[in-house]
C-alpha cells in the first residue's frame, strides 16, 4: 500500500505532525472533560465521529453527534466533553502545528498562563526527539530564521516590480498579462512559505528543550 490508511476504531493516536497540520483521532469516556485552551496560532477543527460530544467554544455551547463538525479559530477558548453514555470519537487537526501548541488559562483567575513547551512525546512522535546539542538546534533555527529574512527581502524587491505590472495590466484590462504578472507573484508567495515551513519546522524541534521548564 503507497500510503497510511488510518481508521478511529484502532488508531486512537496522533497520525501525523507536520508544521502545517497536526491530525489525530481522540476518545473520550463519558463524563469526561478537557480542559478549556485555545492556540495562538491554530484553527483546530473537530469531526464527531462516534458519541455525543459537547464543544464549547468561546461562552457559546452546542452538542454534536457523528458526522457534525465545528471550528474554534486561533485565540478562541474551547472546551469539550463527552455528554454521552458511551464513548465518544473525534478527528480533530490543529493548523498550523506550532510549539508551544496549546496557551493554558488560571482555572480561579483565567489569566494566561506562561507557555508550555510540550515534547514531542506528547503528540506520539516517539522518534521525533533528536540526538542533538541544545546548541546546535539553536543554531539550525538562527539559519532558517536568516533564510526566510533572505527570501522575503528579496520578494519585496522583485514584487515592486510585479505588482506594478499587475496593476498596469489590469488598467487595461489586458487578462492574459495579468495572468503572467501573478505567475511572477506566486513564484515568491510560494519561496516564502517553503522557508516558513523549514523555520517552524527547526523552532519545533528547539522548543521542546525547555519542556521541563516550568512545573
Same mark, same amino acid.
Given at each position: 500500500?503507497?500510503?497510511?490508511?488510518? %481508521?478511529?476504531?484502532? %488508531?486512537?493516536?496522533?497520525?501525523?505532525?507536520?508544521? !502545517?497540520?497536526?491530525?489525530?483521532?481522540?476518545?473520550?469516556?463519558?463524563?469526561?472533560?478537557?480542559?478549556?485552551?485555545?492556540?495562538?496560532?491554530?484553527?483546530?477543527?473537530?469531526?464527531?465521529?462516534?458519541?455525543?460530544?459537547?464543544?464549547?467554544?468561546?461562552?457559546?455551547?452546542?452538542?454534536?453527534?457523528?458526522?457534525?463538525?465545528?471550528?474554534?479559530?486561533?485565540?478562541?477558548?474551547?472546551?469539550?466533553?463527552?455528554?454521552? $453514555?458511551?464513548?465518544?470519537?473525534?478527528?480533530?487537526?490543529?493548523?498550523?502545528?506550532?510549539?508551544?501548541?496549546?496557551?493554558?488559562?488560571?482555572?480561579?483567575?483565567?489569566?494566561?498562563?506562561?507557555?508550555?513547551?510540550?515534547?514531542?512525546?506528547?503528540? %506520539?512522535?516517539?522518534?521525533?526527539?533528536? %540526538?542533538?546539542?541544545? +546548541?546546535?538546534?539553536?543554531?539550525?533555527?538562527?539559519?532558517?530564521?536568516? +533564510?526566510?529574512?533572505?527570501?522575503?527581502?528579496?520578494?519585496?524587491?522583485?514584487?515592486? +516590480?510585479?505588482?506594478?505590472?499587475?496593476?498596469?495590466?489590469?488598467?487595461?484590462?489586458?487578462?492574459?498579462?495579468?495572468?503572467?504578472?501573478? $505567475?511572477?507573484?506566486?513564484?515568491?508567495?510560494?519561496?516564502?512559505?517553503?522557508?516558513? $515551513?523549514?523555520?517552524?519546522?527547526?523552532?519545533?524541534?528547539?522548543?521542546? !528543550?525547555?519542556?521541563?521548564?516550568?512545573?
Amino acid at each position: 500500500m503507497p500510503y497510511a490508511v488510518y %481508521d478511529f476504531r484502532t %488508531d486512537v493516536k496522533n497520525l501525523f505532525v507536520t508544521p !502545517r497540520i497536526r491530525s489525530r483521532f481522540l476518545r473520550m469516556e463519558p463524563g469526561e472533560v478537557h480542559r478549556a485552551h485555545s492556540h495562538d496560532l491554530g484553527h483546530e477543527v473537530f469531526l464527531i465521529l462516534e458519541g455525543r460530544c459537547q464543544m464549547e467554544i468561546d461562552g457559546d455551547r452546542a452538542v454534536l453527534g457523528p458526522g457534525q463538525l465545528c471550528v474554534a479559530f486561533a485565540h478562541q477558548m474551547h472546551q469539550a466533553s463527552n455528554v454521552g $453514555d458511551g464513548p465518544m470519537t473525534m478527528y480533530l487537526s490543529v493548523t498550523p502545528h506550532v510549539v508551544p501548541t496549546h496557551t493554558q488559562y488560571d482555572r480561579e483567575t483565567g489569566e494566561r498562563l506562561p507557555p508550555r513547551y510540550n515534547p514531542p512525546t506528547m503528540f %506520539d512522535q516517539l522518534d521525533a526527539v533528536p %540526538d542533538v546539542p541544545t +546548541a546546535e538546534l539553536a543554531d539550525r533555527f538562527a539559519i532558517a530564521q536568516a +533564510a526566510l529574512a533572505d527570501v522575503t527581502r528579496a520578494a519585496v524587491q522583485a514584487q515592486q +516590480a510585479g505588482i506594478a505590472a499587475l496593476k498596469e495590466a489590469a488598467g487595461r484590462d489586458d487578462l492574459p498579462a495579468l495572468a503572467a504578472a501573478m $505567475d511572477g507573484l506566486w513564484a515568491h508567495v510560494y519561496a516564502a512559505h517553503e522557508r516558513l $515551513d523549514a523555520l517552524t519546522a527547526a523552532w519545533n524541534q528547539l522548543a521542546p !528543550r525547555a519542556a521541563d521548564a516550568r512545573p
